[in-house]
């Protein structure tokens, strides 16, 4: 197996992630999203992550995760009912569409690019909507969807590295403290092993990216 993506990519670190709690034999390629035809054929959107399977290719995080989740179920990272599942994928739903996507918007600060008065604020206030949602759906006995760590714990935290990053920079608003207990469940989350050596890449990643952008 074969996974492409690169360490900013948060996208890219949630299957990192999951692929090593599993303890999947994976090599990980550093890869730029792209879209040259010869990359397109492989990612239909262009995109990262990039899965390479003995069967073929396969993008989209969260198809990604159910087929590691299918074919590799040694280690779980779902509950057993389906109704559990469900609550689980709801809630990375949930992240994806309403608190990852509107903080996505002001991802150019990164790149020193100018953020649209209107995007900053429609950013915010959607946001802050999403933060809502997610409150009414999180639990952290002691993890994020209850005793067992799950995909949405991958999924929610490396979706925060980013958010959040986006969002302290650009409103000085720290979505952590939004909800109570979302900052003890990121920093318990941080301080996994697995969790460390990937944060270690994405931080020095980030920081490249600074340095480059001035
Ligand atoms: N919906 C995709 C999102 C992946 C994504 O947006 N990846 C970014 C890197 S973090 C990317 O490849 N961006 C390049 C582009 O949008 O063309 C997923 O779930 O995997």
Same mark, same amino acid.
């Given at each position: 197996?074969?996974?492409?993506?690169?360490?900013?990519?948060?996208?890219?670190?949630?299957?990192?992630?999951?692929?090593? *709690?599993?303890?999947?034999?994976?090599?990980?390629? #550093?890869? @730029? /999203? /792209? &879209?040259?035809? *010869?990359?397109?054929?492989?990612?239909?959107?262009?995109?990262?992550?990039?899965? !390479?399977?003995?069967?073929?290719?396969?993008? *989209?995080?969260?198809?990604?995760?159910?087929?590691?989740? !299918?074919?590799?179920?040694?280690?779980?990272?779902?509950?057993?009912?389906?109704?559990? @599942?469900?609550? $689980? =994928? &709801?809630?990375?739903?949930?992240?994806?569409?309403?608190? *990852?996507?509107?903080?996505?918007?002001? $991802?150019?600060?990164? %790149?020193? @690019? !100018?953020?649209? +008065?209107?995007?900053?604020?429609? /950013? &915010?206030? #959607?946001?802050?909507?999403?933060?809502? +949602?997610?409150?009414?759906?999180?639990? %952290?006995?002691?993890?994020?969807?209850?005793?067992?760590?799950?995909?949405?714990?991958?999924?929610?935290?490396?979706?925060?590295?980013? /958010?959040?990053?986006?969002?302290?920079? $650009?409103?000085?608003?720290?979505?952590?403290? !939004?909800?109570?207990?979302? #900052?003890?469940?990121?920093? @318990?989350?941080?301080?996994?092993?697995?969790?460390?050596?990937?944060? +270690?890449?994405?931080?020095?990643?980030?920081?490249?990216?600074?340095? =480059?952008?001035?």
């Amino acid at each position: 197996m074969k996974l492409y993506g690169f360490a900013m990519s948060n996208y890219y670190n949630m299957v990192k992630h999951a692929v090593l *709690e599993k303890g999947i034999a994976c090599e990980f390629i #550093n890869t @730029r /999203s /792209s &879209q040259d035809p *010869e990359f397109l054929a492989k990612s239909p959107m262009g995109k990262v992550p990039l899965l !390479e399977t003995e069967h073929g290719f396969l993008t *989209e995080t969260n198809v990604i995760l159910d087929y590691l989740e !299918e074919c590799y179920p040694a280690v779980k990272l779902l509950p057993e009912s389906c109704f559990a @599942r469900a609550k $689980v =994928r &709801q809630l990375m739903k949930t992240q994806e569409l309403y608190v *990852e996507a509107p903080s996505h918007e002001l $991802v150019g600060v990164l %790149f020193k @690019r !100018e953020i649209p +008065a209107h995007v900053e604020v429609a /950013s &915010q206030l #959607n946001a802050r909507k999403g933060l809502a +949602a997610l409150g009414r759906l999180v639990n %952290f006995k002691p993890w994020i969807c209850g005793e067992q760590l799950t995909t949405a714990d991958i999924f929610v935290f490396y979706s925060f590295t980013l /958010s959040n990053r986006l969002t302290q920079q $650009v409103y000085n608003w720290d979505m952590l403290k !939004e909800i109570p207990g979302l #900052n003890n469940w990121y920093q @318990r989350f941080a301080e996994l092993e697995i969790t460390q050596g990937i944060l +270690a890449e994405n931080t020095a990643a980030a920081a490249e990216l600074a340095a =480059r952008v001035g």
